[in-house]
């Protein structure tokens, strides 16, 4: 898809989507989507000037900016949305000035919208006091898939691990003795985080579980912590259908994940008065402002608990 109007524009369109298509080697939807950013961009300028007779040399800085202003107000883009879209009008008029097509580039100091911060979904205390209940219920039994789902969600909630860096945790790295974990977190950045009573607990008893499958297993996984029936190391699918179960009926909220857990991890440890750098450390965090979101929540929170207490709120 190409814009339609003043033929010399199309040509330039035209030249950039043969570029970015054999020298940037660009997919065929982000070429896709090149095309019809470059489309919308042309069909604003076109109300913008009241005339098609305009050139690309001649659209300016400002009129980029009424652009981004159109798409956020009257269409109701995402931000997120807005900066993709910048961005391919930026690539394209880059294009234009490299080829002398045009004297500057007037996107290229077009500041990009900032990211939309959202709060985190997190569980409260009572939603996670039900999803244990309902964890421990199900191991009363012994069986192995719910003694290691209740090992599985305890240590979450006990140590704020992402995903990812529990389904990589290998035995070696788990200390029971002296409760804590050597987590090894976004590149490869290497953290100790202290493992609570219960999940402790939950894991002791997953562990007598385990062997038993490591004893007629074949091939089985010696190092990983969670393992499956068979033995290998559980996947991250499984490890998100196992949480998954946990809070489908206990939380109303849509959106909640495996990653709620260690919102929830956060925001609690929060609420309780924790140090903000010391559950930056706990997070894995490269930055304070990540960890700043969850102040945020904890905020949002007493709002509405104010607001729905106090007498003259």
């Known amino acids: 898809m190409t814009p339609a109007g003043d033929p010399a524009r199309r040509e330039d369109v035209d030249a950039f989507l043969r570029y970015v298509a054999h020298e940037r080697q660009l997919s065929p939807n982000t070429l896709e989507a090149y095309s019809i950013d470059l489309a919308e961009f042309e069909a604003f300028l076109d109300r913008y000037y009241g005339a098609p007779e305009w050139t690309w040399s001649g659209v300016d800085r400002l009129s980029i ?72 219920a199900r191991a009363e039994g012994g069986g192995f898939h719910a003694l290691r ?36 977190g976004k590149g490869r950045k290497e953290r100790i985080v202290p493992v609570g009573r219960a999940a402790t607990r939950a894991l002791r008893a997953y562990y007598e579980a ?72 706990l997070l894995g965090h490269a930055s304070l402002s990540t960890t700043q979101i969850y102040t945020h929540t904890s905020r949002e929170r007493l709002k509405r608990i104010y607001r729905q207490a106090h007498p003259r709120a």
């Open 210 to 281: 385990r062997e038993r499958v490591m004893e007629t297993a074949e091939r089985p996984d010696r190092r990983a912590v969670f393992v499956a029936q068979t033995g290998r190391r559980i996947t991250v699918r499984q490890i998100q259908n196992v949480v998954g179960a946990f809070l489908k009926g206990i939380a109303d909220d849509a959106g909640l994940s495996t990653h709620s857990l260690r919102h929830t991890f956060a925001t609690h440890l929060l609420d309780a008065g924790a140090d903000l750098l010391a559950v930056k450390e």
């Open 149 to 184: 789902n209740l090992a599985v969600v305890e240590l979450f909630y006990a140590t704020g691990m992402r995903l990812s860096e529990l389904q990589a945790l290998n035995l070696a790295s788990l200390d029971l003795v002296s409760d804590r974990v050597r987590v090894m």
């Open 65 to 136: 900016r009424s652009w981004m202003g159109d798409m956020a107000g009257r269409r109701g883009l995402a931000r997120t949305t807005i900066a993709r879209k910048l961005s391919a009008v930026r690539s394209f008029y880059r294009f234009l000035h490299v080829e002398a097509r045009v004297a500057a580039n007037p996107a290229r100091t077009v500041r990009t919208p900032k990211r939309e911060r959202h709060l985190p979904g997190f569980l409260t205390r009572e939603q996670m006091d039900a999803v244990f209940r309902d964890a421990e």
